[in-house]
């Protein structure tokens, strides 16, 4: 009697059919992502509109969408030092339909800061690329007597307490420059936050409030028109915009320098294929002269790192300023 191979033969044709089928369905999941963007993109930004890290985003975003072929929308949702905003997109389906153009040393120092930070850069996002860096400064109202660095720091301690000082938000790095200045010359005030250098900024202009530490790029227009009167940069270098004036470590503090880095990211979960494509065409746009150009014109410094990069840089920052607040005893519930 022959061999009965029916069951070989079907066993054969089974697997044939088992592995058309799972290429099949790999296909198709695969195909959302291989074909993303089909909608508009939106772009949170957690800060409101007018501030450095809002103009730095509207300055990516439409290169971007035009490389993608799709807008990508700036939705601003300011507060809480940034967590609003943040939350928002760590909530957000990892679809590559919403991204978080981030301040990365702010949401840094406000989740060393706050208590019970809701959600960090670390845990529920994957990072896309790093963007650059945009220096931050003291500036002051003009009516105040000081002219540099010794000067303010003299007039502020005559006024014993009785000041009031802004910053963009409880928990940005605004609010901790200015504590850690504060802690270092041996002075107190009244810390005014703000939701952003747009609402803070007219307040100093009008007198209510002394000083403030505060973006080049949101400043300067202000610095120009004689509204404010810069004093210092609370960066490593001048700004090439203002080269006159010096830096805190030149002009007698050392030591008080921050790199104030601004990255791309998406919620945890997104495909590594839309990871790829966003910094393959954030890369292009940074790398591009006019754009560099254009960028320098409002004191930001473009500066590309891929996403294994921006994810050590991330962890660097938040270990570095954890330690900084720690240090300082500073906390916010």
């Known amino acids: 009697m022959k061999p009965f191979n029916k069951p070989l033969s079907f066993s054969l044709n089974l697997g044939l059919a088992l592995s058309l089928a799972i290429g099949l369905v790999g296909s198709v999941l695969g195909a959302p992502d291989q074909d993303w963007p089909k909608k508009p993109i939106v772009a949170v930004v ?6 450095s890290t809002d103009s730095f985003a509207r300055a990516i975003a439409a290169p971007l969408g035009e490389a993608l072929g799709q807008s990508v929308i700036i939705e601003n949702k300011p507060g809480a030092g940034g967590m609003i905003g943040l939350s928002a997109v760590a909530r957000a389906a990892p679809d590559g339909y919403t991204i978080h153009i981030s301040g990365l040393t702010n949401q840094a120092i406000a989740s060393a800061l706050f208590t019970n930070a809701p959600t ?26 000081a002219k540099n660095l010794p000067e303010l720091i003299a007039f502020i301690k005559s006024k014993n307490g009785q000041f009031n000082y802004a910053s963009q938000g409880n928990g940005s790095l605004s609010h901790l420059e200015a504590e850690l200045f504060m802690q270092r010359i041996g ?12 609402f803070a900024l007219p307040d100093l202009i009008a007198g209510n409030t002394l000083m403030m530490f505060d973006s080049v790029t949101a400043s300067l227009p202000h610095i120009q028109s004689g509204k404010l009167r810069p004093i210092a940069i609370a960066a490593t270098e ?21 790199e104030n ?9 997104t495909s590594p294929i839309i990871v790829a494509k966003l910094e393959k065409e954030i890369r292009k746009i940074l790398t591009n002269p006019d754009f560099k150009a254009r960028m320098a014109n409002q004191g930001i410094q473009p500066q590309f790192a891929n996403s294994e990069k921006l994810g050590q840089l991330t962890t660097a920052e938040f270990s570095k300023w954890e330690k900084i607040v720690k240090s300082a005893n500073i906390k916010i519930d």
């Open 46 to 51: 957690a800060f409101p509109a007018g501030g």
């Open 120 to 145: 960090d850069l670390r845990t529920n996002f994957v990072p896309v690329a790093l963007i650059g860096t945009v220096p931050h400064l003291i500036v002051i109202n003009p009516s105040v007597p």
């Open 261 to 269: 880095y601004y990255a791309v990211y998406a919620p945890k979960g």
């Open 238 to 258: 001048r700004s090439p915009l203002l080269p006159n004036v010096p830096t805190m470590g030149q002009d007698g503090m050392k030591q008080f320098d921050v």
């Open 187 to 198: 002075a107190k005030g009244t810390h005014i936050p703000y939701k952003g250098s747009s």
